[in-house]
């Protein structure tokens, strides 16, 4: 049951060879059972979540609900009424609860889904290693002397640990897709202004997107399509929202990459990754037969606007509890927000213009593909308190450099599925690394046709972690 | 390049006190956004290469947008 993916759940709740209680019950088991080692939960909604399941037990259009019964959890940036919204912080702790689900959890509601639980993350949102110094790491369910990436280590961690099918967090510079890559699950980063953003605590606003974890690429379409559409307030509640009508995707996962123009991203994505990250968009590229590689102009340009732009807003953002209790930031962020909140106007307003020139120019590429690889990560997940990494001849920080290979992508708002693949590291062959499969705007189908191929080739998996 | 007088400056300006502790993080992570934005200067850009940042009007409420 705990390796039973979302599509099974809402398939046997809603023949009724499953009562969504049962459903919610077993999650809960699973995370009271294992979440002592893991600890990917910061709060876990017992008395709601039952509720909620015995209402779609007895609902009238339970036999209909897509998601009827799935257990799942958020990142604990969404608001869930009743609680405050942490964003992995202690000064949120002081915030009054929120007063209703985020838009996105009372969607995914509305389809008969079921929230169990928030999840833990680097404080607000600004890292990649989820080492939270105020909740204590969240531990990589295949290794727990390993971190389970950021900053939505919680959700990628409770997915790989089989607690819940399903979870939902928020990459502004990799942070689905670094998790993802290093707890071997299916992640997806819509592109920005995809999906509303109502109700989530924002970290930078010009990059900030939403998406969810899974352990299957039917999981993760299901999920999207039950999350798209238009904002029903006022398109001011979250300006970045593109206000696109649904373009559901579940049911072209079946044409697979058929059709689709497929290359491998060269310069940067190969430079700035170890062995196992380019043996795996090697096996990726090899099991879609294609041998064309791809490069972007000023890739490490991008990668800086993204972190200027980062800098800028984040510290902008953040300024107010900077001055007055920067005591009660994370050590891991104090310094970083701080130094953000100097940075001069005109270097934020020139990383915009580079965004754009960016975005022009690989516009131009797209013409010619539909769906680009790049690792998702330089290499498998790194233990506990890891502070540089090697790669090349460059001695980087270790927890910055994971999003070395993410960061120029979403620099420019564009869709990613991140597919995990195994074995790719010798010396730690036990251990996921991701594959980004990056598709022009607005065509997350491609992406995830692309990965359900990958999947159902038998290459790319989302085992649950054994052991625990 | 030795960013600690404009830290201190912009700091100062901005009312956001440094402790002894914090600052040599400060000062680290500053000069790396420095190196960041330098290599960003030294993309050459037009007059018309606009922001990535786009102002959407906000109509009001009632209106065939809301």
């Known amino acids: 049951m705990n390796a039973a993916d979302a599509t099974s759940i809402a398939a046997q709740v809603r023949d009724g060879a499953l009562s969504a209680r049962a459903a919610a019950q077993r999650s809960l088991a699973r995370i009271e059972a294992t979440d002592a080692r893991i600890n990917a939960f910061s709060a876990r909604l017992a008395e709601r979540a039952l509720k909620r399941a015995e209402l779609i037990d007895v609902h009238p259009q339970r036999h209909k609900m897509p998601l009827a019964g799935v257990p799942f959890a958020v990142k604990n940036l969404f608001d869930v009424a009743g609680l405050p919204t942490l964003a992995g912080s202690k000064i949120e702790r002081d915030a009054a609860p929120a007063r209703r689900d985020a838009l996105l959890v009372r969607r995914l509601e509305a389809q008969g889904a079921v929230l169990v639980g928030a999840l833990h993350m680097d404080e607000y949102a600004y890292g990649f290693s989820t080492e939270n110094t105020h909740y204590g790491p969240t531990r990589n369910p295949h290794d727990l002397s390993r971190i389970s990436g950021g900053s939505s280590g919680g959700s990628a961690a409770s997915v790989a640990a089989g607690q819940v099918p399903l979870s939902l967090g928020s990459d502004t510079n990799g942070s689905i897709r670094v998790p993802s890559s290093l707890c071997g699950v299916f992640g997806l980063k819509p592109t920005f202004g995809r999906l509303p953003r109502v109700g989530s605590y924002p970290f930078v606003a010009s990059l900030d997107t939403l998406g969810p974890f899974a352990r299957s690429v039917q999981d993760l379409a299901l999920a999207y399509d039950a999350m798209q559409g238009p904002l029903s307030g006022p398109p001011s509640d979250d300006p970045a929202c593109a206000q696109r009508p649904p373009q559901p995707t579940l049911q072209m996962l079946s044409q697979g990459a058929q059709g689709l123009r497929i290359a491998v991203l060269g310069g940067w994505f190969r430079e700035m990754a170890l062995a196992e990250a380019t043996d795996a968009v090697d096996a990726v590229a090899q099991a879609l037969a294609t041998t064309r590689l791809v490069e972007l102009p000023e890739v490490e340009r991008a990668r800086a606007a993204a972190f200027v732009v980062t800098c800028g807003e984040g510290g902008a953002l953040h300024l107010p509890d900077l001055k007055t209790r920067a005591q009660d930031f994370d050590p891991l962020t104090r310094d970083r927000f701080l130094a953000n909140a100097l940075v001069p106007a005109a270097w934020v307003v020139q990383a915009q213009r580079v965004r754009h020139w960016f975005a022009r120019h690989v516009a131009r590429v797209f013409e010619t593909v539909d769906v680009l690889l790049a690792p998702a990560t330089p290499c498998v997940a790194p233990t506990l308190g890891t502070e540089w990494l090697q790669i090349g001849d460059r001695r980087l920080p270790a927890r910055a450099s994971m999003g070395l290979l993410t960061q120029p992508i979403s620099c420019i708002g564009l869709p990613v599925v991140t597919v995990p693949l195994w074995g790719m590291s010798a010396a730690q062959p036990q251990l996921p690394i991701g594959v980004q499969l990056i598709a022009a705007p607005w065509r997350e189908d491609h992406a995830l046709r692309v990965a359900a191929q990958l999947q159902a080739s038998g290459l790319c998996s989302a085992p649950v972690a054994q052991g625990l | ?66």
């Open chain 2, 1 to 66: 390049m030795d960013h600690s007088a404009y830290v201190d400056a912009a700091a100062a300006t901005l009312g956001l006190k440094i402790s002894a502790e914090q600052r040599p993080g400060v000062l680290q992570f500053f000069a790396l956004a420095a190196g960041m934005a330098e290599l960003l200067q030294g993309l050459p850009l037009q007059p018309h290469d606009e922001s990535g940042n786009v102002f959407l009007p906000v109509p009001p409420q009632g209106g065939p947008d809301t």
